[in-house]
């Protein structure tokens, strides 16, 4: 009991230090990314945040940084809080809510950020061409793809394959401990019984013996007198006698 006790508060130590982690590293990303698209100066002339670096490259980097604290502050409720604990209806509320925050991140925060992206700083619009098709692929039609129609596959593209990744894993945790060791099958005799070894046993996979009635060989049992005593289909010896 105190084995199981002591490993709950590990885990609770673990994931709390990884919530605090999670959320430090997500604050201290956010102000580095506002930093980051802020002008050089202020209204009156003055440097702001001259430490950091500015480009579109460093905030994207920094929003990178943000979104990772963000899971691994979800990551660290998680293991704190619900992993591998008797689920109760308030920890399935939790883990409710924590999976809920994760689908946010993982539909919401990142589509926006990479349209944001794409639109603001990589100024991919309509009017910037992407690929051009050969015309004698297109009938001899003049025909292109334009930066914009590559956003808007990626934009499409994303969640597809992000909800089939989340559906294959959910699949794979659910049966993750349903292997079952199942019991190698006990030999059976040829009357049905199970077949056991040791003194009086005959040995695991080898058919028993026993006399039928009505056999039509008998064996034979020496008497203490040293005369043949003829033995029964039973193996007991046959006496003479009323009865």
Same mark, same amino acid.
């Given at each position: %009991?105190?084995?199981?006790?002591?490993?709950?508060?590990?885990?609770?130590?673990?994931?709390?230090?990884?919530?605090?982690?999670?959320?430090?590293?997500?604050? =201290?990303?956010?102000?580095?990314?506002?930093?980051?698209?802020?002008?050089? &100066?202020?209204?009156?002339? +003055?440097?702001?945040?001259?430490?950091?670096?500015?480009?579109?490259?460093?905030?994207?980097?920094?929003?990178?940084?943000? *979104?990772?604290?963000?899971?691994? #502050?979800?990551?660290?409720?998680?293991? #704190?809080?619900?992993?591998?604990?008797?689920?109760?209806? =308030?920890?399935?509320?939790?883990?409710?809510?924590?999976?809920?925050?994760?689908?946010?991140?993982?539909? =919401? &925060?990142?589509?926006?950020?990479? &349209?944001?992206?794409?639109?603001?700083?990589?100024?991919?619009?309509?009017?910037? *061409?992407?690929?051009?098709?050969?015309?004698?692929?297109?009938?001899?039609?003049? @025909?292109?793809?334009?930066?914009?129609?590559?956003?808007?596959?990626?934009?499409?593209?994303?969640?597809?394959? @992000?909800?089939? &990744?989340?559906?294959?894993? @959910? *699949?794979?945790?659910?049966?993750? $401990? +349903?292997?079952?060791?199942?019991?190698?099958?006990?030999?059976? $005799?040829?009357?049905?019984?199970?077949?056991?070894?040791?003194?009086?046993?005959?040995?695991?996979?080898?058919?028993?013996?026993?006399?039928? =009635?009505?056999?039509?060989?008998?064996?034979?049992?020496?008497?203490?007198?040293?005369? !043949?005593? !003829?033995?029964?289909?039973?193996?007991? !010896? %046959?006496?003479?006698?009323?009865?």
């Amino acid at each position: %009991m105190e084995e199981d006790e002591l490993t709950d508060r590990k885990k609770l130590a673990i994931g709390l230090t990884a919530i605090v982690l999670g959320i430090v590293t997500t604050i =201290a990303a956010s102000v580095f990314v506002h930093g980051a698209e802020s002008p050089l &100066v202020d209204t009156f002339g +003055r440097d702001l945040y001259p430490i950091v670096p500015r480009g579109w490259v460093p905030a994207t980097i920094g929003q990178l940084v943000a *979104v990772g604290g963000a899971l691994l #502050a979800v990551a660290g409720a998680t293991f #704190a809080f619900v992993y591998d604990r008797q689920l109760t209806w =308030a920890r399935a509320a939790v883990g409710a809510a924590l999976f809920t925050g994760l689908m946010l991140i993982l539909f =919401a &925060v990142i589509p926006n950020q990479w &349209v944001t992206l794409a639109q603001s700083s990589l100024e991919w619009t309509p009017q910037k *061409v992407f690929v051009t098709i050969p015309p004698a692929l297109v009938l001899g039609n003049e @025909m292109s793809v334009s930066y914009k129609t590559l956003q808007e596959i990626i934009a499409g593209t994303y969640p597809v394959v @992000m909800l089939a &990744v989340i559906a294959t894993v @959910m *699949v794979k945790w659910q049966t993750r $401990s +349903r292997t079952i060791d199942k019991p190698k099958p006990t030999p059976v $005799s040829s009357f049905g019984r199970p077949m056991r070894d040791g003194p009086g046993f005959a040995p695991a996979g080898e058919a028993e013996t026993m006399p039928v =009635a009505g056999a039509t060989e008998h064996a034979s049992q020496t008497s203490a007198a040293g005369t !043949p005593e !003829p033995i029964s289909a039973f193996g007991r !010896p %046959m006496r003479d006698g009323p009865g």
